[in-house]
């Protein structure tokens, strides 16, 4: 039978995620930690990408809540939940951690669109940014300041993963980009969803990609040198992120026809190079 720990391993392990990458390296508790609260999150998310049904997926959430409750109440029912729970003192997991991911993903079921950037914000925040902020805590934030980084960093995060999967989430008729730079830029919704590059295209994209590169450069600069030893998983996951960024801007935004990913060696190389170096 499998252990909790070991169910919330497979599932981190099995997402192929940057995140996966930049856990390898931490002690064993924080590393037990990070991982069970990534499953969380991942199973959350599944529900949003696998259940076709809105209905079905809505009730799915709501049970999540609930379950939740039950978790911090002192009986956990999911495996996910039960690796978790051991660290959640320890660390500083709060119910309002969890729940705001459950909120971000309810988001996806009944929006999409945005209308502008703030809006989009606020999504981000929900399903990154508060990722970000329990994920420092648990890699060993000390400081109160971190935090501000860990949010400014999470939306970066999210930002890249929308530029990255713009032709993706536009055949399942979610379109991430705010509809008012798509206005400002000449592009229409139905030319992301019919895969159609142009040179308007191209500037909303690098607008995209520049907001972002300023997000990465601004939470570096938020991060209390007091943690910067602690947080270097978050720099790892910024290293692989913004070397993914580059690469698509290298490719010329051809991101409506395929997914650009970087190779699971490359990501391996790249978290060594900053855990041993401790450098880009």
């Known amino acids: 039978m499998t252990s909790p720990q070991d169910y919330a391993q497979q599932k981190a392990a099995a997402s192929g995620s940057s995140f996966y990458y930049a856990f390898l390296f ?3 508790d924080r590393r037990a930690a990070i ?3 990534y499953a969380f999150c991942r199973e959350v998310d599944d529900v949003v990408d696998e259940v076709s049904d809105p209905g079905v997926a ?6 999540w809540q609930s379950e939740v409750g039950h978790a911090f109440s002192g009986a956990p029912t999911h495996p996910a939940m039960q690796a978790l729970m051991p660290w959640t003192d320890q660390f500083g997991i709060e119910p309002r951690h969890l729940l705001a991911v459950i909120e971000g993903c309810e988001m996806d079921l009944t929006q999409t669109r945005y209308l502008d950037f703030p809006g989009l914000e606020k999504y981000c925040h929900l399903v990154a940014g508060v990722v970000g902020e ?3 805590r648990i890699f060993g934030q000390s400081v109160p300041q971190t935090t501000e980084y ?9 930002l890249t993963n929308i530029i990255r999967d713009v032709g993706d989430d536009a055949r399942r008729d979610r379109i991430y980009l705010p509809m008012s730079e798509l206005q400002q830029f000449g592009v229409k919704a139905h030319e992301l969803i019919e895969r159609k590059y142009s040179d308007r295209f191209t500037a909303l994209m690098k607008f995209q990609a520049e907001r972002a590169h300023r997000l990465y450069d601004e939470a570096l600069a938020l991060l209390p040198a007091a943690d910067q030893r602690s947080q270097k998983p978050g720099l790892m996951m910024a290293s692989i992120y913004r070397t993914l960024l580059r690469e698509i801007e290298a ?5 409506l026809h395929q997914r ?4 699971p060696l490359r990501k391996l190389w790249l978290a060594w ?3 041993a170096l401790g450098r880009f």
Request: no cysteine.
């Open 273 to 275: 190079k900053m855990q």
């Open 35 to 37: 991982t069970a609260f």
């Open 134 to 136: 329990a994920s420092a």
């Open 251 to 255: 490719d010329g935004f051809q991101v």
């Open 150 to 158: 860990a949010h400014r960093l999470g939306l970066a995060f999210q």
């Open 26 to 28: 931490l002690p064993p």
């Open 58 to 63: 809505a009730t799915k959430l709501a049970w």
């Open 260 to 263: 650009i990913a970087l190779t």
